[in-house]
């Protein structure tokens, strides 16, 4: 027993996560130095994506026939809209899951007829990173049609990027809150223990 009267009980088991380690507990300038740079690559991402959603907009804008001009703008603008909706509603249910203390990864927050949700599994992810990230690659050597692709997905998936950027910006990542629970539970069936961090 220590001095209050606890008894020494050593700490939590803390998992090392990929990329992370077990600076997601503590917390140290490592960690927000790593919780930064994630932060500032999904504000890059989501500004190129705006960049090319106000594309599309001004070139819908450009065209002369009005009614082909009025039909699109309307369309782009629900398909944004609805976007918008559905990202922000994945948000908030893994916002509300964490605050609930479940874990809920975004993929599974979606709707199953979510394009996003889909290809959330890990083969599939990394394989349609790869494809943007080719096609951004084409677009920026001057290939038009893979410009204007990325650009037309933007449209559509603007809502989700966005949902991505404000999860990664919660308390606790999606990749560290099952361990903060591994962690929490722990602390519960040890109640006598002091934490010092």
């Excluded at 998936?157 to 966005?162: A, F, K, R, S, V």
Aim: proline residues 5%; charged residues 15%; glycine residues 10%.
């Amino acid at each position: 027993m220590n001095s209050q009267g606890f008894t020494s009980v050593e700490g939590p088991p803390i998992p090392s996560l990929r990329g992370l380690g077990t600076n997601w507990y503590r917390r140290g300038v490592r960690y927000w130095l790593r919780r930064s740079v994630t932060i500032a690559v999904f504000v890059f991402i989501l500004a190129i994506a705006t960049l090319f959603v106000v594309g599309v907009f001004g070139a819908i804008l450009q065209i002369p026939n009005l009614w082909l001009r009025v039909i699109l703008f309307v369309l782009a603008t629900a398909a944004v809209t609805l976007s918008l909706i559905r990202g922000l509603r994945a948000f908030n249910a893994v916002r509300t899951a964490q605050n609930g203390g479940i874990h809920l990864p975004l993929s599974a927050a979606y709707k199953s007829s979510s394009v996003f949700a889909k290809s959330a599994t890990p083969g599939r992810s990394k394989a349609l990173i790869g494809a943007g990230a080719a096609a951004g690659a084409g677009a920026a050597a001057g290939n038009d049609a893979l410009g204007a692709l990325l650009a037309v997905a933007a449209v559509f998936i603007y809502g989700d990027l966005l949902a991505a950027l404000l999860v990664v910006c919660l308390k606790y990542t999606p990749r560290e809150f099952p361990a903060v629970l591994a962690v929490e539970k722990w602390k519960a069936e040890h109640p006598n223990w002091v934490d010092d961090r």
